[in-house]
């Protein structure tokens, strides 16, 4: 007894030589930046909208596999491991390619959000209103890829400390949908109209009409995909080649830059979507997407397949000296792109339409392609299978196919019909991915689960 008693006191009188020590003691580490001592200049902010687009960078990595090689226009190389997941539409809550997607938006996210919680210490008032743009349109864009993926995901607009855990919910498709246009909106009417590899103000309105027309929101689209046409601010260009291999040309409304041999601002996607090597590779042409594309097209067939091997994609081959720190850039936006978001505006959900302004712009995409145009003096009928297979083919393999077909209302019989062709099912339930099995174990629950999985 006598020797409990004894270390007892022992005990306690270490404890209070301890709290003694560290009320003297400033246990934070000398070195430590907290958010109330670093953001304190116009320089330390813009430090954090390039730290945007650092993050941005991670996003289309595998993005290919979640759109491209989950569509009737790509598949797997092999058929093995998580890549097979998405040819078969067997896509496991536990694939990593879908963990790393959303950590990587919802990344994007948190850092758009720490510029916009950090602006009132920006006195020049036009810089103020372009990193508040920028920080808006990266929010947008990457809640848009998630809310496109998953369907009902937490919409983030502030920091979320950690010690909160109510952002863990899911809010419904179309409240995230609103708050994406909101921040378009608004980015729209703050950021610039020319800055390469930024956000700008024409980035922010393509987007902001393709958010619309993935509403359902046709009227709200046609204006600003028209004014967008008669700005002149951007053209086709005059080779189709030259779209996706001279960079930084005038087609391009936005892009994800990165360089050639370079550790921080490399990528592989090009590597791996593309020519591979003996175990890699991932993404190759469906006898599908073959049958579908017309043989006497020469424009877009030296692009679209690799000439090293027709069975791979041809879209975004490497010159790099590394295949695995690839310079090509990753366009999210083009003007070809809106040319035809803007006949289907004015097909206003619709089968056909001989409206001169819709056959026009379908016409300006085909004529640069070499291909037969239309009649436009209202003798012929612009049709959505027409418009759906023009952009199939012109914007093939950069990730629109998948979701083109669920805008367009057939996703479930295009789909369905490829699958089965192909000894897979696909169903309703695989319109969406699984929501990450790891970000739910984080959430204790919270974050539920979609039907199907």
Same mark, same amino acid.
């Given at each position: ?181 909101? +921040?378009?909106?608004? @980015?729209?009417? #703050? *950021? /610039? ?5 930024? %956000?700008? &103000? ?14 359902? +929101?046709?009227?709200? @689209?046609?204006? #600003? *995909? /028209? ?5 002149? %601010?951007? &053209? ?18 936005? @892009?994800?830059?990165? *360089? ?194």
């Amino acid at each position: 007894m006598k020797n409990i008693i004894n270390k007892s006191i022992l005990f306690l009188s270490l404890l209070l030589a301890f709290s003694a020590c560290e009320e003297q003691l400033d246990l934070a580490p000398i070195s430590e930046i907290g958010d109330t001592i670093f953001y304190t200049t116009t320089e330390e902010v813009e430090g954090a909208v390039i730290a945007i687009y650092d993050g941005l960078q991670e996003v289309p990595l595998r993005e290919f596999a979640l759109t491209e090689m989950r569509s009737d226009n790509t598949k797997t190389k092999s058929s093995e491991g998580d890549w097979a997941q998405f040819e078969s539409f067997d896509v496991k809550p536990t694939n990593l390619s879908i963990g790393t997607y959303w950590a990587a938006n919802y990344n994007v996210i948190f850092r758009a959000n720490r510029v916009l919680e950090n602006l009132s210490v920006v006195d020049d008032t036009e810089l103020k209103s372009q990193f508040e743009g920028e920080a808006k349109f990266t929010r947008a864009l990457s809640h848009f890829n998630l809310v496109r993926a998953f369907g009902d995901v937490p919409y983030m607009d502030r920091v979320i400390r950690r010690d909160e855990s109510d952002f863990f919910g899911r809010d419904d498709a179309e409240t995230v949908l609103a708050g994406i246009e909101s +921040d378009l909106t608004e @980015a729209r009417s #703050l *950021l /610039s109209s020319n800055s390469f590899g930024r %956000a700008t &103000s024409g980035a922010a309105q393509a987007l902001l009409a393709k958010v619309k027309l993935t509403r359902g +929101d046709y009227n709200g @689209a046609k204006p #600003l *995909l /028209s004014e967008l046409i008669l700005s002149g %601010a951007y &053209s086709l260009e005059t080779e189709y080649y030259d779209v996706f291999y001279s960079e930084g040309n005038n087609e391009i409304i936005f @892009a994800i830059p990165y *360089l050639d041999d370079d550790a921080n601002e490399g990528q592989d996607y090009s590597f791996e979507m593309t020519a591979g090597g003996a175990v890699s590779g991932l993404n190759y042409i469906t006898n599908d997407f073959n049958d579908h594309f017309d043989a006497d097209e020469v424009a877009r067939d030296t692009t679209l397949y690799n000439p090293d091997n027709t069975a791979e994609v041809g879209k975004f081959l490497t010159v790099s000296d590394d295949a695995r720190l690839c310079g090509n850039d990753w366009i999210v936006l083009r003007y070809a792109d809106v040319l035809l978001m803007y006949a289907e505006a004015i097909m206003d959900g619709g089968a056909s339409t001989n409206n001169t302004a819709a056959i026009d712009a379908y016409n300006a995409v085909r004529a640069r392609a070499g291909m037969p145009t239309m009649a436009n003096d209202g003798s012929e009928m612009l049709t959505k299978e027409m418009l759906m297979s023009e952009r199939r083919t012109e914007l093939a393999f950069e990730n629109h196919r998948f979701y083109d077909l669920i805008r367009f209302g057939v996703a479930e019989s295009v789909l369905g019909d490829f699958a089965t062709n192909n000894g897979y099912s696909f169903t309703a339930t695989d319109l969406l991915l699984p929501i990450p099995q790891g970000e739910i174990n984080v959430s204790q629950g919270l974050l539920t689960q979609n039907p199907g999985y």
